[in-house]
């Protein structure tokens, strides 16, 4: 039994609307985020201060943010950055707790989402944690391709480690594990979540999986089972990084996850209720 056991969840709107063809209002984001901010999620990933001819569905983020109430809420409200400049952005909206980085340890993954290098990219994650140092805001890294990657490039688990223990030293505790292609299996899971846990205490590590609907549970049974109890999904499961080519392959589906969090005891904070009436706004956004 898990009566005792806490799972916390972000809800990662800005995934799920970033790779969506058709224009959504402004209007209709903020009304289906600040619905999400009822919820109970521990973070709400709402935008991103990236390229907008890269991610034109993100270019509106900021007047998005303008239109958020956090009242009533106790989500963090997490935005991603993709250079300093972005994070600097980020840094002067007060309603931003959290600002996140996409680092990968694929150098072709680095080229096709960000558009640099493996050097150029550690440079990033220094400057902005000198950023959210100086605005008091948090910083989130991703670890894309911790299990794998599709494209031939060298890594194991001994990469990762070495990544984490480099951001460790650098103070940045704040890290998910990202599987955006689909490539990871429970094995590979638990065998890298438990070589994590183990090594550093005090980190607050995370896992983000984009998945087929009959392939998550037994993923996220293994990374539970090595001691990680953070995760991030996307209500009906829509998302899908553009910049792969595996958009189709979608984020953990959050009403099946909830479900799943109260059939095994787990604690998520969420009000059900409140989920149902965000999910039922999100048939506004996701119009097909």
């Not at 916390?8 to 058709?22: H, K, N, S, V």
């Not at 201060?49 to 509106?60: N, W």
Request: with cysteine; aromatic share 8%.
């Amino acid at each position: 039994m898990n009566k005792n056991k806490s799972l916390l969840i972000t809800e990662t709107p800005r995934d799920a609307m970033q790779g969506w063809t058709m224009p959504i209002p402004v209007v209709t984001k903020a009304r289906y985020i600040n619905a999400l901010l009822q919820v109970g999620f521990e973070t709400v990933d709402c935008g991103s201060f990236v390229s907008a001819r890269a991610v034109p569905q993100m270019s509106d983020t900021a007047e998005v943010i303008e239109l958020l109430d956090l009242n009533g809420s106790d989500s963090k409200l997490m935005v991603i950055a993709g250079n300093t400049r972005g994070a600097l952005s980020a840094a002067t909206c007060g309603k931003i707790q959290t600002i996140g980085y996409p680092f990968s340890v694929s150098e072709t993954f680095l080229k096709l989402n960000l558009n640099t290098s493996p050097e150029i990219a550690w440079n990033t994650i220094f400057e902005l944690k000198s950023v959210c140092d100086k605005s008091k805001k948090d910083l989130r890294i991703y670890i894309a391709m911790a299990f794998g990657n599709p494209y031939g490039d060298p890594c194991n688990d001994q990469d990762i480690v070495s990544v984490v223990e480099k951001l460790y030293k650098a103070g940045i505790h704040d890290l998910v594990f990202s599987d955006i292609t689909g490539v990871s299996t429970p094995e590979g899971i638990s065998q890298l979540c438990n070589t994590i846990v183990n090594l550093f205490p005090g980190l607050h590590p995370g896992i983000h999986l984009h998945s087929k609907p009959g392939e998550w549970q037994l993923k996220v049974d293994a990374a539970i089972e090595a001691g990680i109890f953070r995760f991030e999904s996307a209500i009906g499961g829509y998302g899908g990084c553009p910049m792969t080519g595996y958009e189709l392959l979608g984020n953990i589906d959050t009403l099946a996850l909830a479900d799943w969090c109260d059939r095994k005891h787990f604690r998520t904070g969420i009000d059900q209720d409140k989920l149902r009436q965000a999910s039922r706004i999100s048939h506004e956004v996701f119009v097909l």
